[in-house]
Nanobody, 121 residues
Framework: QVQLVESGGGLVQAGGSLRLSCAAS????????MGWYRQAPGKQRELVAV???????NYADSVKGRFTISRANAKNTVYLQMNSLKPEDTAVYYC???????????????WGQGTQVTVSS
């Protein structure tokens, strides 16, 4: 059984910073892509950033230059450093991972439970 657990959300003033972490645990064989998504009230879930196992990254235009995604492969953990936060960044942030778990060994996408980020103006 695989679990993704996020941490690091909270309340911050505009211009501030937060660092989110997401650790994958369980019977994991390997992890391909890991990413962060967010969902604001009344809006669809959207991609924030994704990172491949080789370290290639991709960002939503709205966060480029402010957010940085990274991962520690040995720890099965992905991070999201968020700087210069804006009120419009307020959302529930979800991590996901495309991975193979023992004994299935097919790639599946797993999701964390989400962590709230609130940016006050």
């Amino acid at each position: 059984q695989v679990q993704l657990v996020e941490s690091g959300g909270g309340l911050v003033q505009a211009g501030g910073s937060l660092r989110l972490s997401c650790a994958a645990s369980g019977s994991i064989f390997d992890i391909k892509d890991m990413g962060w998504y967010r969902q604001a009230p009344g809006k669809q879930r959207e991609l924030v950033a994704v990172i491949t196992s080789g370290g290639t990254t991709n960002y939503a235009d709205s966060v480029k230059g402010r957010f940085t995604i990274s991962r520690a492969n040995a720890k099965n953990t992905v991070y999201l450093q968020m700087n210069s936060l804006k009120p419009e960044d307020t959302a529930v942030y979800y991590c996901n991972a495309n991975l193979r778990a023992i004994p299935v060994l097919d790639f599946w996408t797993y999701w964390g439970q989400g962590t709230q980020v609130t940016v006050s103006s």
